[in-house]
T-cell receptor, first 112, second 115 residues
Framework: QKEVEQDPGPLSVPEGAIVSLNCTYSNSAFQYFMWYRQYSRKGPELLMYTYSSGNKEDGRFTAQVDKSSKYISLFIRDSQPSDSATYLCAMSEGTGRRALTFGSGTRLQVQP | DAGVTQSPTHLIKTRGQQVTLRCSPISGHKSVSWYQQVLGQGPQFIFQYYEKEERGRGNFPDRFSARQFPNYSSELNVNALLLGDSALYLC??????????????FGQGTRLTVV
């Protein structure tokens, strides 16, 4: 079983829709949670960075972390065709093992 | 401000050859990490360096090695290349190792093809 599970999609939505992307994890030591956006054949771009449980909002993006359920989410409001990309969740322990552990990515297609 | 820069962007090598990939972190960042991303999967951790010392190693064979220089740039070396080493190699930089300083920013990657 992978430490971080992410639905690979693809997820296809119409422009303007609200998108929900999710990851579950098994390592209770994870404290830092990130979402990256990756366009085809490019490096991942950091979208959201959160510590421990709670919500964080940045423009059209909202990240939620529920450590009790070992579940994180990224919501995209008013989705645009330019949001079409692969979205990767990543997590780290912060101390001790500091490397990022990634999900396999969810491919999102926003239809105009 | 320049982000994380990696070179070369693309590389084609033959099985058995050796390859060196280079990375320059964001100015002021002292930690560099290397990741391998196979098509359709998330990045897998290879190495982390901080202040020129190895601070973490992923589950990769000894054919993979790395180092960090006094200016915090880094090289990843892979010896005796196998077809399975074909991947996007990503470099990430961060301020440090603790807490918020672990926020990682990635370069565009080096796409390595082994034939």
């Amino acid at each position: 079983q992978k430490e971080v599970e992410q639905d690979p999609g693809p997820l296809s939505v119409p422009e303007g829709a609200i998108v929900s992307l999710n990851c579950t994890y098994s390592n209770s030591a994870f404290q830092y949670f990130m979402w990256y956006r990756q366009y085809s054949r490019k490096g991942p771009e950091l979208l959201m960075y959160t510590y421990s449980s709670g919500n964080k909002e940045d423009g059209r993006f909202t990240a939620q972390v529920d450590k009790s359920s070992k579940y994180i989410s990224l919501f995209i409001r008013d989705s645009q065709p330019s949001d079409s990309a692969t979205y990767l969740c990543a997590m780290s322990e912060g101390t001790g093992r500091r490397a990022l552990t990634f999900g396999s990515g969810t491919r999102l297609q926003v239809q105009p | 401000d320049a982000g994380v820069t990696q070179s070369p962007t693309h590389l084609i090598k033959t099985r058995g050859q050796q390859v060196t990939l280079r990375c320059s972190p964001i100015s002021g960042h002292k930690s560099v990490s290397w990741y391998q991303q196979v098509l359709g999967q998330g990045p897998q951790f290879i190495f982390q360096y901080y202040e020129k010392e190895e601070r973490g190693r992923g589950n990769f064979p000894d054919r993979f090695s790395a180092r960090q220089f006094p200016n915090y740039s880094s090289e990843l070396n892979v010896n005796a290349l196998l077809l399975g080493d074909s991947a996007l190699y990503l470099c990430a930089s961060s301020w440090g190792l603790q807490g918020r300083n672990t926020e990682a920013f990635f370069g565009q990657g080096t796409r390595l093809t082994v034939v």
